[in-house]
């Protein structure tokens, strides 16, 4: 599977090479050997992950996976992705839930314009252009080739839409969506009332480069309400404390 569904994206007709494709053999298997030694667990996933276009480090691919599979249960887990562009995130979370019963990533995503007309003509306007697919369809392609379109279903809409009839509880929740301030804010408030005790809420680009998630989560994700920050690279994340937990932090500041 893995090794056909590498070729089939890279023959896409809006695919770049992204192995190397000057690499000499032996630079080429160093580079695989470096991300397997890196990347024990799911350096195949993360390859995969590297032929979709987006932004993404290898070591945030890895978590992501980690996060897929080890805070969600084995029957029934709902992983929610806001901001999926074409895929690149949902594969590593779609990748951490085989195996499990009936399990779910819903991908929240207009698939058209960012919701900041800047941010449209800055960061994706160009890379649009080369398209010959729409930004839906290479998402669902995308999801096709890696074996996960069963898990990996595509939302389509704004965030601020979608969580306006949304019901289902959630296990883990990944914004990544517009990154303003007040857009980041707005996603953290309004879909986090459906995150699960003891689920686990994650932000992409909160190193301080982006200051909207940087700024939610220095501000949100503290006690009693959640556990410690974790980080790596740019992803950080965060457990939803259970109401144990929270009555034991509320009693030790004498709250």
């Known amino acids: 599977m893995f090794i056909d569904s590498c070729f089939r994206l890279l023959r896409s007709p809006d695919r770049k090479l992204r192995l190397g494709t000057f690499l000499q053999p032996a630079q080429l298997w160093n580079r695989l050997s470096a991300l397997k030694q890196n990347c024990p667990e799911t350096w195949k996933w993360v390859l995969l992950s590297r032929q979709i276009q987006g932004w993404l480090a290898d070591g945030e691919a890895d978590q992501l996976f980690k996060l897929a599979r080890g805070f969600t249960p084995h029957s029934d887990p709902v992983v929610v992705e806001l901001g999926s562009w074409k895929g690149k995130s949902s594969v590593m979370l779609a990748a951490g839930l085989i195996g499990k019963q009936n399990p779910k990533l819903f991908c929240v995503d207009p698939f058209g314009c960012d919701e900041n007309a800047e941010y449209q ?5 160009a890379l649009l252009e080369e398209d010959r697919r729409s930004i839906e369809d290479t998402f669902r392609h ?3 080739i890696c074996e996960v379109i069963s898990i990996a279903q595509p ?47 994650a932000f992409h680009d909160a190193n301080g480069k982006w200051p909207g998630p940087t700024r939610v989560v220095q501000e949100k994700l503290h006690p009693p309400k959640f556990g410690p920050v974790n980080a790596v690279d740019t992803l950080a994340w965060a457990v939803m404390a259970s109401k144990r937990e929270k009555d034991k932090k509320s009693e030790e500041v004498g709250v």
Request: aromatic share 18%; net charge negative.
């Open 155 to 201: 939302v389509k809409g704004y965030s601020f839409d979608i969580v306006r009839t949304w019901t289902t509880p959630i296990d883990v929740l990944f914004i990544d969506a517009s990154h303003e301030y007040p857009a980041v804010l707005r996603d953290f408030e309004t879909w986090l009332e459906f995150l699960k005790q003891d689920g686990v809420i």
């Open 142 to 144: 995308n999801m096709k």
């Open 121 to 125: 003509q800055k960061y994706y306007a």
